[in-house]
């Protein structure tokens, strides 16, 4: 039983929380997968590659969650970064702390993956002959460009955020009250933005909090010019497109508006909030891996955004329903058939037999008509 003040019952939502967006961002992310594959996509050039490996890349990153099951602690001057999990039975702190990293390195390049997403639909409207750039070679560029960001963001947090003696301090005994548990025994992180001797900076961990708000904002940055250039400029590029051409657009650009909408609540505003308040030094205690794991809300929201604003995945899901109905109602028609079929046979094969041992008469007439 939670006694005052222990935050352990946060520990049960962190957890369940994820598990909800690892089943709802599989299931959606198949069902993606699924219609693209049965024609969802045929309109969309080079950029179903782009849809394909970000959904893919969401369920990659829904499992990381349930792995690793991050968690975050704000408290006063500083955060934590930590997890009680001990993924597919490691205990050994080194290696628990490379999957907390790893975790790190899907979150940004799930971000600099979708900020691709919005640079093609730009250059796609605005930049046609820009879009040779995902064709051919080119396109090794792209996974290049989101690994940068993955790698650049947990390599900096890992570093500018490893715990030291100063930190270890810092949070042992809030630790111990909130989760009853001690730190030195669990994989962690931390930033604590002042001195707690002297009330200095410590540039070390700013240093961490300048390379992730770089991170952010230069992801951030392309998705939102991309977004408002399109907003204002799009009627006006597209006056001379065909209608079918002209819908296929607008709802694309549709997607944009909801994928910026969803990713500036789900997962840029809590990142600021929790990098950035240790900086007031507030008297605070925030269980803040709660609000946290709503990340793992994003890739079946994003799922969801897709198939609820392009109407191919609508069309799609409905051939493969009237297909599905046709195909079962063959079957039964065949099954039917069968049914009536069997009694006949069943009746032949019980023609009366001669007690003689010959041919019953039956079928002895029945052979003297068919010789006639």
């Known amino acids: 039983m939670p006694s005052a003040g222990n935050y352990l019952h946060w520990i049960t939502v962190s957890h369940t929380l994820p598990l909800i967006g690892f089943i709802t961002s599989i299931t959606l992310g198949l069902t993606v997968l699924v219609l693209n594959f049965c024609g969802a996509q045929n309109k969309f050039g080079p950029y179903k590659y782009i849809l394909n490996s970000f959904t893919i890349f969401g369920m990659i990153f829904a499992i990381m969650e349930i792995i690793v099951y991050p968690n975050v602690h704000n408290y006063n001057a500083g955060f934590l970064v930590f997890t009680f999990a001990e993924p597919f039975g490691v205990m050994d702190l080194t290696v628990r702390r490379i999957f907390l990293a790893s975790y790190m390195v899907f979150y940004a390049a799930t971000i600099a993956l979708l900020s691709t997403q919005f640079l093609y639909r730009y250059w796609g409207v605005f930049a046609v002959y820009k879009l040779r750039y995902f064709k051919r070679f080119y396109w090794l560029f792209w996974p290049v460009f989101c690994s940068y960001f993955g790698l650049q963001y947990a390599l900096g947090t890992s570093f500018c955020f490893k715990m030291d003696n100063t930190s270890m301090e810092y949070f042992r005994e809030e630790m111990q009250y909130r989760y009853d548990w001690n730190i030195s025994e669990i994989p962690a992180m931390a930033l604590v933005a002042y001195d707690p001797s002297n009330g200095m900076v410590r540039w070390k961990n700013m240093a961490g909090v300048i390379n992730i708000v770089f991170i952010v904002i230069s992801l951030y940055g392309i998705m939102m010019f991309c977004g408002w250039s399109m907003y204002f400029k ?27 909408t969803a990713p500036t609540i789900i997962l840029f505003t809590p990142v600021f909030v929790i990098i950035l308040m240790p900086f007031f030094d507030l008297p605070v205690s925030v269980p803040s891996g709660a609000f946290l794991c709503t990340f793992s809300l994003y890739p079946a929201m994003d799922s969801l955004i897709v198939m609820y604003v392009v109407s191919q995945y609508r069309q799609t899901t409905r051939k493969l329903y009237q297909d599905f109905k046709k195909a079962m109602e063959s079957f039964r028609q065949a099954r039917a058939t069968v049914h009536h079929a069997v009694p006949t046979t069943t009746a032949h094969s019980k023609l009366p037999q ?12 029945t052979t003297v008509v068919q010789t006639l």
């Open 354 to 365: 001669n007690p003689h041992g010959g041919q019953s008469n039956l079928s002895r007439h």
């Open 234 to 260: 799009m009627e006006e590029k597209i006056r001379n497109f065909s209608d079918e051409l002209k819908k296929h657009q607008k709802q694309l650009f549709k997607t944009l508006v909801l994928q910026i």
